[in-house]
């Protein structure tokens, strides 16, 4: 069974043991938590659409990392005007394992 699920305003369409990285969740690695924006569930020709969630629809997932993804750098010039200005981003992120899908 499959579900998409919405968390950090991105879409992610998930399956049971599925390994993913989402914008930062709170809490710490190890512990469970419930997503229940779910847009659809199903299976083969058995699909069930939200408007705009599923009812009843919730995916189980543990928490498994907490992280910052790769430097992103910045770098910004006017010409002939002397203006530079550097400057890096990280972007934290949870790395999360689905352990089960609610339909």
Avoid: C
Avoid at 37 to 55: A, C, F, I
Avoid at 68 to 96: A, L, N, S, W
């Amino acid at each position: 069974m499959f579900a998409v699920i919405e968390t950090g305003g991105k879409q992610y369409k998930v399956r049971e043991g599925d390994t993913l990285r989402v914008e930062k969740l709170d809490g710490e690695p190890g512990s469970d938590l419930t997503i229940d924006r779910v847009l659809m569930v199903g299976e083969g020709s058995d699909v069930r659409v939200g408007k705009p969630t599923v009812d009843g629809g919730s995916v189980k997932a543990t928490i498994r990392d907490q992280g910052k993804g790769p430097k992103v750098r910045i770098f910004k010039k006017k010409r002939r005007k002397g203006y530079t200005k550097r400057q890096g981003h990280r972007q934290p992120y949870t790395e999360i394992e689905i352990t089960g899908v609610q339909g």
